[in-house]
């Protein structure tokens, strides 16, 4: 049988290039693949999203959880032949992760971890919960669900944040005190507008913040893993920044929370990978798995895992890790690779870039 190779350049869809989600990271990590190696096509909700200049055929999908979603995904996929189908957001994650056979069984590979493991890391307690169960250090954290439960938190400063959803730390805020953080359950409604949220405590510092990236293939073999250590500065970086009140001078003199869109210094960091790696074997990964955390004394304290593909994708592309192209490679091509393969190591930082999107798509106005 030929190999895909031998007969042209592989059709692969990449949904939600737009709107600078982790969909536009893994489209530009193509991009950054050999010449040659695939024929990218995009999908996005917004018919105007500047990225469609960056593909080869571009289509509007309804919303992921719209009920006509799943039947205009296959359609599109059969349109083009695709091969390969890569998730650009968590809600289509979801359906993805729900719907994985009938996605395979059109002949389209799908590169998503376990379902029951992105089902268990989309809920940030279960998350801690299982990292404490497998003897993780993690931060401590309590689901709360009313107003009588914030009296059990004595340990601050804390983050407050969705336990469910909260992508790129939205809804996510610092309470330094009690006082602070009955406030905060007023303004997020708990009880009326928010029937829960996770109060998790506020470790280390800015500059001990890391991703990592740990890939194993789907058959459960390690690959690789990197990390970024997060350069939180700018307001392109940085989602919330308040000076240090509580006395804890080891917290340093701000408390920060990451944006979501990281850069920074990327490389091995052994110290973070090798840990890191452990807890993605123990959790029983396959595939992308993305795991944000800091060091506090030489020990990870994770706040969260995507089981996905991160939003620093490129990043790590930039430097020789290239992680949709590798499980492309090993799974479509039948490749191999040298587990802790070499990359380069750099600091990679990001700005803002701009696109000129042509008159003719512009919905609703006068040519």
């Known amino acids: 049988m030929a190999r895909e190779s031998d007969v042209g350049p592989i059709p692969v869809l990449v949904t939600a290039i737009g709107g600078g989600g982790h969909g536009d990271q893994i489209l530009k990590a193509l991009r950054l693949a050999d010449a040659g190696r695939y024929r990218v ?21 309804p919303p992921a959880n719209a009920p006509d979603y799943l039947d205009a995904l ?11 189908l890569f998730h650009g957001c968590e809600p289509e994650l979801n359906v993805f992760a729900k719907h994985r056979s009938t996605i395979e069984a059109a002949g389209v590979f799908l590169p998503i971890n376990r379902t029951d493991l992105i089902e268990q890391c989309m809920d940030k307690a279960l998350t801690n919960q299982r ?12 689901r709360v669900a009313d107003i009588e ?12 944040k969705p336990s469910v959803g909260g992508g790129g730390s939205a809804n996510v805020f610092i309470a330094q005190n009690p006082r602070e953080l009955r406030a905060l359950a007023d303004y997020l409604g708990l009880g009326t507008v928010a029937s829960h949220f996770m109060v998790q405590e506020y470790v280390g510092t800015p500059e001990s913040e890391f991703t990592v990236g740990v890939l194993h293939d789907l058959d459960g ?6 990390a970024v250590r997060r350069h939180l500065k700018g307001g392109l970086n940085v989602r919330t920044a308040v000076a240090n009140r509580t006395g804890n001078a080891a917290l340093g003199p701000r408390l920060v929370i990451s944006s979501g869109v990281s850069h920074g210094d990327v490389g091995r960091f052994d110290a973070v990978t090798a840990q890191c790696r452990e807890i993605a ?11 944000q955390c800091r060091l506090v004394d030489g020990v990870v304290k994770v706040f969260e895992i995507n089981p996905r593909f991160s939003g620093t994708t490129s990043i790590r592309a930039m430097v020789g ?5 590798i499980l492309v490679r090993r799974h479509l091509l039948g490749e191999t690779f040298e587990v802790d393969f070499r990359y380069s190591e750099a600091t990679v930082l990001r700005g803002l870039s701009e696109y000129l999107v042509p008159a003719r798509s512009r919905h609703g106005d006068a040519t």
């Open 281 to 291: 074997t123990k959790l029983g990964s396959r595939g992308p798995l993305n795991i």
């Open 41 to 61: 096509f995009g999908t996005d909700m917004n018919p105007d999203c500047p990225q469609r200049s960056l593909v080869e055929g571009f289509a509007t999908l």
């Open 131 to 142: 990292l404490s169960e497998l003897g993780f250090p993690s931060p401590r954290y309590a």
């Open 221 to 226: 073999q390690y690959v690789n893993s990197i």
């Open 321 to 325: 890790f290239n992680e949709p192209d």
């Open 74 to 84: 296959l359609s599109t996929c059969h349109e083009w032949g695709i091969r390969a």
């Open 149 to 160: 439960g914030l009296a059990a938190i004595d340990w601050f400063p804390v983050v407050v």
